[in-house]
T-cell receptor, first 113, second 112 residues
Framework: DAGVIQSPRHEVTEMGQEVTLRCKPISGHNSLFWYRQTMMRGLELLIYFNNNVPIDDSGMPEDRFSAKMPNASFSTLKIQPSEPRDSAVYFC???????????FGNGTRLTVT | QQQVKQSPQSLIVQKGGISIINCAYENTAFDYFPWYQQFPGKGPALLIAIRPDVSEKKEGRFTISFNKSAKQFSLHIMDSQPGDSATYFCAAIASNTGKLIFGQGTTLQVKP
């Protein structure tokens, strides 16, 4: 079991550019979560999916953010256009259902200059 | 809106001492309270969890104490070791929402 795999590990981009973060969840884990971590705001839930369907996207900060889960083995978080305040570590996590442990990937550190 | 408040923000403990981290919540619909441990460059990992029908849960050197009436819960690390140095997050979830909400985190340093 390789765990939750995120790519890239680091992303540096200029303001205004499009950024796409990728996540491969654990096979059989039907809930997928995207979190953002910053020093100021801690771990914030952006959006989560259940069986590939978005359930709650109330944490998505702006229309510049979008997330998709086209199948059970892949999800993306896109920021277009990116801004310096989007700089953070973005985590993808997967679980087998409510009250089951969340298994986090190692995150993508995004820097927008 | 901070639904789970965690303190202290940072903690320094001598090796062999007891580390105590506290959390408080507001939403009475929360029905599952996990703690996560995070090392630098890694994602958080589940450490221990408790449900509100239990007042205490112990796993090795880690104990959760839960006070439902006060809406507070805490993590105790007994015989703290330098390897325990990490950031600890309390969290809470309401089953009907499926949303896991994290506290702000506590950075623990255990001095040898």
């Amino acid at each position: 079991d390789a765990g939750v795999i995120q790519s890239p590990r680091h992303e540096v981009t200029e303001m205004g550019q499009e950024v796409t973060l990728r996540c491969k969840p654990i096979s059989g884990h039907n809930s997928l979560f995207w979190y953002r971590q910053t020093m100021m705001r801690g771990l914030e839930l952006l959006i989560y999916f259940n069986n590939n369907v978005p359930i709650d996207d109330s944490g998505m900060p702006e229309d510049r953010f979008s997330a998709k889960m086209p199948n059970a083995s892949f999800s993306t978080l896109k920021i277009q256009p990116s801004e310096p305040r989007d700089s953070a570590v973005y985590f993808c996590a997967a679980s087998q259902g409510v009250n089951s442990p969340l298994h986090f990937g190692n995150g993508t550190r995004l820097t927008v200059t | 809106q901070q639904q789970v408040k965690q303190s202290p923000q940072s903690l320094i403990v001598q090796k062999g001492g007891i580390s105590i981290i506290n959390c408080a919540y507001e939403n009475t619909a929360f029905d599952y309270f996990p703690w996560y441990q995070q090392f630098p460059g890694k994602g958080p990992a589940l450490l221990i969890a408790i449900r509100p029908d239990v007042s205490e849960k112990k796993e090795g050197r880690f104990t959760i104490s839960f006070n439902k009436s006060a809406k507070q819960f805490s993590l105790h690390i007994m015989d703290s070791q330098p390897g325990d140095s990490a950031t600890y997050f309390c969290a809470a979830i309401a089953s009907n929402t499926g949303k896991l909400i994290f506290g702000q985190g506590t950075t623990l340093q255990v001095k040898p």
